[in-house]
């Protein structure tokens, strides 16, 4: 394989857990007096750390989420992951023939650690990703879409930025990564591709990743 890194996305591309958070955060959103509708949310929040949804509320209107917004959000995620979280499929096929051709990966997420991990156990995701292997906002100054999250997985795993490849599906994260010097596949099952300009290719089905990267 050409690259000697592949670096994942988490949500939407490991898990498949952008519908069930955009729903959630439209609904919640929409709740505290801020009209958001589940596609406004994909639009404006997905691939994103949380703190840009407090950074474009009160760009909006003027007014500061609660206080404890980002608490009863990640609860009322948590909760809905527990009952309906799903991997993506075909995902663990791609995961297990990286691990036998010996090809090293990792995930850098704007979700936090916490989030990350309680996906990956509901998923049964974490028998793939050793604790070393995770990266998360959290880590980093800036989230997507500054490339500093994905530098910092790179640096960490050893690996030159320009040998690194990233799967993306937010319009978010592909900026980040172009931003770090990668290259960069659009993965386009929820997010159009039109959407993801920029990338490297784009594809529609896990089945079809191990291939594109040979």
């Known amino acids: 394989m050409r690259y000697e890194l592949v670096i ?82 075909g995902v663990e096929d791609v995961l297990a023939k990286f691990v036998a051709d010996g090809i090293s990966y990792c995930v850098a997420s704007s979700s936090s650690h916490e989030r990350i991990r309680v996906g990956h156990r509901k998923t049964g995701l974490d028998q793939w990703f050793e604790e070393e292997w995770i990266f998360s906002a959290e880590d980093v100054r800036q989230g997507k879409p500054a490339p500093d999250l994905f530098l910092y997985a790179a640096e960490r795993m050893g690996v030159r930025p320009d040998r690194c490849v990233v799967i993306e599906d937010s319009p978010l994260g592909v900026e980040a990564a172009r931003a770090a010097g990668m290259d960069v596949y659009g993965f386009t099952s929820m997010m159009p591709a039109d959407r993801l300009t920029g990338v490297t290719g784009h594809f529609s089905d896990m089945s079809q990743l191990r291939e594109l990267l040979a």
């Open 8 to 89: 994942f996305d988490n949500d939407g591309v490991l898990v498949d857990s952008e519908p069930i958070s955009n729903t959630i955060l439209a609904e919640y959103l929409t709740e505290l007096g801020h009209s958001t509708s589940y596609q406004e949310s994909l639009r404006d929040y997905m691939g994103a750390a949380v703190h840009r949804v407090h950074d474009l509320v009160e760009e909006r209107t003027g007014e500061k989420l609660p206080a404890d917004f980002d608490t009863t959000l990640h609860s009322r995620i948590f909760a809905a992951f527990q009952e309906e979280l799903e991997p993506v499929p």
